[in-house]
């Protein structure tokens, strides 16, 4: 009955949400714009490295920018660690800062938000290993400047709830 119960309150909280975004004329789906644009241009930036050979062979803080980390690391370049480990670093902090909080470990849907969260961070970090250092760098910087504008947001929006109270 207990369990009744919560998916009754999941289901009304669900349907209050809907109503929400049809009063305020949101789309559940406006959020993803941003990735499916970033997508091919990705898939560009990665394409222009691999076949410019001023980027593939040029280098940035002594690191090149057309070797993977992988291929540096197993060739006795240990210093190339510092790309994946950043990289890990920001997407750790650009998740968690840009997510929902899922810390009620009861609630189904917070805890399989959470385990998401966690799965996107190991897969963007293993797939920094493979991907060019130039890539990495580029991970870095985006992911670095979202988790500066969230900062900033955040810290605006305290303050401007200081100011209103």
Not at 38 to 55: M, S
Not at 65 to 83: D, M, R
């Amino acid at each position: 009955e207990n369990k009744s119960n919560d998916q009754q309150a999941m289901m009304q909280k669900s349907q209050e949400m809907m109503a929400i975004y049809k009063k305020y004329n949101i789309s559940l789906f406006s959020g993803c714009i941003v990735a499916f644009i970033q997508l091919p241009l990705f898939v560009a930036f990665l394409e222009a490295i691999n076949r410019t050979p001023a980027i593939f062979e040029g280098s940035f803080l002594g690191l090149q920018l057309g070797t993977t980390p992988w291929f540096a690391l197993t060739n006795g370049k240990i210093w190339y660690i510092v790309i994946p480990l950043l990289v890990f670093v920001v997407t750790f902090f650009s998740i968690k800062l840009n997510g929902t909080e899922a810390t009620d470990t009861s609630n189904p849907t917070a805890s399989s938000t959470k385990m998401m969260m966690n799965m996107m961070i190991v897969l963007i970090t293993v797939s920094s290993f493979q991907l060019s250092t130039a890539i990495g760098l580029y991970w870095i910087t985006s992911s670095l400047f979202t988790v500066i504008q969230n900062l900033i947001v955040k810290k605006r929006g305290s303050n401007y709830a200081r100011i209103k109270n």
